[in-house]
């Protein structure tokens, strides 16, 4: 019954043609509409994740303990960290000592600067890091054995040259001395040691400007800073690093520690509040590409209005003949959704093709290093990765949908009002 309905509201659809491609156009530039606009969301909030970094900042969350949110805030001991550990979504905890005193690095006559931190071996792997050079390795049995943040080869200069010039040094084959000076009330002293870099960290972590020495040593030379001991049972750590297990939850992780005292920060915040930035970006502009739906909608209902009036009297034949009236509803449903159908798929059509040619040609862009592309949008082609217009498959189910759906609902009055017509009456109109 359904096939034989369908078959007839279809070839009624090809009787006017030219109405056809008419209405459907309509829908065809709301759906293209909608669906390049959300994609193009989708587009430009890959490229401002692909700009801010790694996966492991993005799933990092930092807690520090000089910045504590007021005196009930939890210390940043063991205890903290067995506590954090058993959160859910948790992969991680890194936590991490500062070492006491200013630092300066020697390597012949060169002098640079970094920040020490002390961490125990056995997490060092999970800090989500990776070594440019050399190796990630700490162990207790080797003190003075490091790893060096990207930038701590770079910052070096000569103290007795009149202008400030920054060096690199080879840190993997050049020796290296730190000094660690100490500032008491009376006498400032200072202690001198050779470092053996085990390995370079790639750029672009937060543990660019840093060294990074086993956990043992650094308390060992608090002690002697500070000349008193520390009980490695009950230190007070500078800060943790939390792994989260992924993106995703790294928003979660960070409330749940924001809920029990800490004062968290990382980039999984900044990036929850991008992405709530682009989905409202993408709602606004959806809705603005629905009013074309929407002025379509009007055509649909319009051109059902009018096929009506010309089928009066073919509608009460139909009647006349035995046809229900939820045959005729069915029949007039059957083409404003059919109008709907069609004229989505070729929306949709216009949007892959639109698709593919601003793409392509941002690809092309990027690999001949024109600087030109886009330059009124102020965007990085680079950062795009060739994507500028993002056409996730759902999106485009939804898009056809919502077509058919704007058809069907457009459609439903007139068919109603077909359906309901009286058949002596619908046989005598002209």
């Known amino acids: ?88 979504d948790v992969s991680a905890v890194i936590p991490m000592l500062s070492m006491q005193g200013s630092i300066e690095l020697r390597s012949g006559n060169l002098t640079g600067s970094a920040q020490v931190y002390g961490v125990y071996p056995a997490t060092l792997a999970y800090l989500g890091v990776t070594a440019e050079k050399g190796t990630l390795t700490l162990d207790n049995n080797d003190p003075y054995g490091v790893v060096v943040g990207a930038t701590v080869e770079e910052n070096f200069y000569d103290t007795d040259a009149d202008t400030f010039t920054a060096t690199e040094v080879d840190l993997m084959s050049e020796p290296v001395e730190m000094r660690i000076y100490s500032q ?69 992780v960070m409330d749940a520690l924001t809920d029990l005292g800490y004062n968290a920060s990382g980039m999984g915040s900044y990036l929850s509040q991008l992405n709530g930035f682009f989905s409202i970006m993408g709602l606004m502009l959806g809705g603005v590409g629905s009013v074309a739906l929407l002025v379509a909608a009007f055509g649909v209902a319009n051109t059902m209005t009018m096929a009506i009036l010309e089928r009066t009297q073919e509608i009460g034949l139909m009647k006349a003949v035995g046809a229900t009236d939820q045959a005729i509803l069915t029949i007039f449903l059957i083409e404003a959704g059919l109008v709907g159908v069609i004229g989505g798929s070729a929306g949709l059509v216009i949007s892959y093709t639109f698709q593919y040619l601003v793409n392509t040609y941002l690809s092309s862009t990027a690999q001949s290093g024109t600087s030109t592309a886009l330059s009124f949008l102020n965007l990085d082609v680079s950062q795009l990765n060739g994507s500028l217009i993002m056409i996730q498959p759902e999106l485009a189910i939804f898009a056809l949908v919502l077509a058919t759906c704007i058809g069907i609902g457009a459609g439903l009055y007139p068919s109603m009002r077909a359906a309901r017509m009286m058949t002596v009456l619908a ?3 002209e």
């Open 184 to 252: 008491s009330s009376s006498t400032r002293s200072s202690r001198k040691l050779s470092l053996q870099v085990n390995g370079v960290l790639e750029s672009g972590s937060s543990q660019d400007s840093m060294i990074l020495m086993p956990m043992d040593t650094v308390i060992d030379l608090n002690e002697r800073i500070s000349g008193e001991s520390i009980d490695p049972d009950e230190i007070v750590f500078s800060q943790i690093i939390v792994q989260a297990s992924s993106r995703e939850t790294a928003g979660d």
């Open 427 to 429: 046989l005598k109109s």
């Open 1 to 88: 019954m359904i096939y034989e309905l369908a078959y007839l509201s279809f070839h009624n659809l090809l009787r006017a043609r030219a109405r056809l491609v008419m209405t459907a156009g309509g829908v065809m530039i709301g759906t293209a509409a909608v669906v390049l606009l959300i994609a193009l969301t989708a587009g430009l909030q890959d490229a401002a994740e692909s700009s801010i970094g790694d996966n492991a900042s993005l799933t990092q969350v930092t807690i520090r303990s000089g910045f504590r949110r007021d005196d009930s805030s939890p210390t940043l001991d063991l205890d903290a960290v067995t506590e954090i550990a058993s959160l859910s």
